[in-house]
T-cell receptor, first 116, second 114 residues
């Protein structure tokens, strides 16, 4: 079944640790996105990619980095986690053209990160 | 630039009450419009969408009509259930430099009591 997956679902780590949040999709989508969701529920785009070897920074500045080596995989990395990175991180993907519903995005279940 | 404004929440209703969540937008060209829903502890799910003026999107008893003249896409449901308690996001997608990206409203928290 075509879907979008995120692991881990929950992560509690100490300050200074390097972490990677995984996101994979089996829908064959070319575009992928990372959002940060604050406690007030508002969504902020932090990274996006239009295809392999394409990555762009989003509207909200983030200390995280991303890579897109394979179409289906879009991991997000924090080299040195801090308490200010505590948040919910959501990954999404979308296809191209009319069949994609004019840029409808499909979301993963999210990773809730807590940095102590 | 593009923007979406949702009515401020949270919204608290009794079961079987009528629901309206207002959404207005500013965009260039002819955007597609979406309502997403986020249940506790989950990611966002598409609830309904409309891709051109006067289109009505509908799903699970929810409806929204794309009104270009008032730049609005208000979400309505005639009779809410406790299971509708969630966060609702209005969003738009336009072309040009925003290609592929969604612009979201700030979200509206809905709580339905028995």
């Amino acid at each position: 079944e075509a879907d979008i997956y995120q692991t881990p679902r929950y992560l509690v780590i100490g300050t200074g640790k390097k972490i990677t949040l995984e996101c994979s999709q089996t829908m064959g989508h070319d575009k992928m996105y990372w959002y940060q969701q604050d406690p007030g529920m508002e969504l902020h785009l932090i990274h996006y990619s239009y295809g392999v070897n394409s990555t762009e920074k989003g509207d909200l500045s983030s200390e995280s980095t991303v890579s897109r080596i394979r179409t289906e995989h879009f991991p997000l990395t924090l080299e040195s986690a801090r308490p200010s990175h505590t948040s919910q991180y959501l990954c999404a993907s979308s296809g191209t053209g009319y069949a994609a519903g004019y840029n409808e995005q499909f979301f993963g279940p999210g990773t809730r990160l807590t940095v102590l | 630039g593009d923007s979406v404004t949702q009515m401020e929440g949270p919204v608290t209703l009794s079961e079987e009450a009528f629901l309206t969540i207002n959404c207005t937008y500013t965009a260039t060209g002819y955007p597609s419009l979406f309502w997403y829903v986020q249940y506790p502890g989950e990611g966002l799910q598409l609830l309904l969408k409309a891709t051109k003026a006067d289109d009505k999107g509908s799903n699970k008893g929810f409806e929204a009509t794309y009104r270009k003249e008032t730049t609005s896409f208000h979400l309505e449901k005639g009779s809410v259930q406790v299971s509708d308690s969630a966060v609702y996001f209005c969003a738009l997608s336009s072309g040009g430099t925003s290609y592929g990206k969604l612009t979201f409203g700030q979200g509206t928290i809905l709580t339905v009591h028995p």
